[in-house]
């Protein structure tokens, strides 16, 4: 008798999740429970409430509501391909997995099945080459430009020059935390200075040795590519051997609120770089609390807004649902197609005047995206935290990489991969 | 009522010996067999086959090996993982490096190579035992994975180390990369676990099987009467190896596509796959095939029946997951301490002789 149940709860469950959808359908892939969900949960509330913001105040995108649905990963790539394969079936526009090894899970079958994939900011750098990886799209930066416009910093700060000066790179020791040792081995070649790598194993709770290492070799700048507690274990160590918070720099995954909150007033100090405002002090805020936060329709708890993943989650939904404006733009319907929707990111413009209209005055980089650059402008800003106000804040302007190095590394890793994929490059005006 | 056993009568040590010794069984197999094999690719989809289907078959795959190791031979490991990895990387460098190999000759030799270095890695059993046994494997887990994250001639020097397959075909059809049939590469998986569950049942009834089973129940005794031990662990280790090789290069090659050894082939996987046996039946072919459906589908049932059906958050449904899955794994194991496969043992004999059990 159980049995039977059993297989009508089954058969009921299955019937329910076919039905196809007349609207706009937004995958969400989110973690809010896991290893990382402290990071899941704001960036995906964020994007949650940006996307009710857009159905409430103007009733969807071109008329059309947008339909959200979320998927559970846990920040595992099981559950995460489990998740594509069943909303792809139902019409999703997009797919965001906010992981890097999902994203590398994901890139040949966004492929082959004809759904744009934005890996905001993660994911595989060399899919910046839109040439290779036309359905792959990872503005506004990768890992790459982040390591270049660090280390541009620290060239500022120190007069110009890096001769003789030793960086360490403390990273998470995984496909995300390698990313940027090429980038930053190649720019030592550049600058002189000498690069000190010091790998962390997932999860990154355990890091005595590392730090140890730290202070035996006295590096004038540490780098940090965590993320989850590793950063927060990072940034404790880091203190407890005294080292200068403001030579230690993050990058925009090791830049959170809760990176910094547990090492308390020793934290002060500590640099990231970012491509995006923090706080609650840009009008599209208004209309959140007006349409979202006041009717009772916020995702998760709502005690998230203002913090850094909280508004990095609504600058994603942001971009997707221009690009998704863009899409009906070109097609002249409302109604588009994932293929459509691919169209819609490459022809992407997001200038500053339409930031402006959309509320989003200074709180974010203009991203153009053609057919050969998917990685955008590859620009990004030093933020320092001030551990009394317990706020972040953006202490220089935005600024470029060093575009010489970083293309050079991206059409060569896009052309390896192309070579032992048989991937032939399509032609861009 | 189930079972009609009236007239059958077996002539010959060969018919009493048979795997399924009764006809109503034989019948039930193969025709779940044929459908298997000709219905389900029918209807299949890429959801059914890459979130339900292959991931059954390449766990499957890797429970029969540990089995063969932990539950016929009594070798406790805690290397699965590791041997998984194993498997993989050995595919990928086949696939990238010998790129007119086709991928079921790929798949054999990746297992081959896992062999190998699990015969290495079987050395200290010779020495120690139990727990301290799966302490030595565990040493295996972590240095392997380490291995592939530390010299780059693993994964070809590409920039972040994650490894993808490219597409690999067999009779002109891709099995392999992100172009696949669902139907292909679900009968690929299957024809596999078939053929091995098939060579594995085998194995486990002939002469080898019964030295493995010799040093699990004692192996001083076992050596007393002419078990030679060197050669009944190692072969289990190479074996168990073999299959856990295979599986990890089916996992990489034709279900995920892409992988990174420390999030594919942490120690979770190991203790998976060991709780797979354990829930399943130690010591059963059976047990193998029904643990691993168990860990790999039950949650994919509950995500769909609680998030799609029900309509629930899908952090709630996660958590609520997890705990029933673990109340499930509680309850089945004081039911029966020796796995699923005892239960049905249990239940199909009481089946035999209904409605009159004395």
Redesign the interface.
Known sequence: MKLTRFAV??A???A??TPASADLVFPML?Y??GPY?PNGIPFADGYHDYLTLINERDGGIGGEKIDIR???T?YN???G??CY??L??EGALSFQPLS??IT??L???V???GIPLHSMGYG???AANGKMFPWVFNFPGTYWDAASIIIKYILQEEGGTLKGKKIALVYH????G??P??TLQELSKKHGYELILLPV??PGQEQKATWLQVRKERPSYVLLWGWGVMNQVAIKEAAAIRYPMDHFIGVWWSASENDTLPAGDEADGYKAITFHGVGEDFPFYADLKTYVYDKGLSAGDGSNKGYVLYNRGVVAAMWAVEAARTAQKLTGHAKITPSEMRDGYEALDVDEKRLDQLGFNNFTVAVKITCANHGGPGLGAIQQWNAKTKTWKIITPYMSADREVVDA?IKE?SE??AK???ITPRDCM | MLYREAGEFKTTYQADLATFPISFDRWAFWIATAFAFLVVPWFL???WS??VFL?FFVYAMAALGLNILTGYCGQVSLGTGGFMAVGAYASYKLM?GVPWLDMASITILSGLIAAGVGIVFGLPSLRIKGFYLAVATLAAQFFLIWMF?KWGWFY?Y?????I?A??RTMFGLAIT???TNPAVTYLFALGFLFVFAWVARNLVRGRIGRSWMAIRDMDIAAEIIGVNPLLSKLSAFAVSSFYIGMAGALYFAVW???A?R???F?INVSFNVLFMIIIGGLGSILGSLVGAAFITLL???F???L???MGW???I???IQVILIGGIIIGFLIAEPHGIAALWRTAKEKLRLWPFPH
Do not use: M
Request: overall charge negative.
């Open positions: 709860a089954a009921v469950a299955l329910v999740a989110s809010r429970t969900a979320e998927c559970e846990a790539t099981d559950k391909v489990e394969e069943s792809k079936g890097t090894g590398y899970q890139i040949p079958k492929t082959a099945d595989r750098t060399s020791n995984s496909a995300y390698k990313e040792i090429r194993d997932h590394l890793d390896a991969y032992e994929n048989d | 989809d890429d959801y890459e979130a991931p990238t994250n070809n590409s920039a972040s180390g994650q993808s490219p597409e990369g992100a172009e995920k596509g892409a990174e420390t999030e594919a942490p949650p994919v049932f995500k769909v029946a998030v799609e059906g958050p899908t952090d449904a996660q958590h």
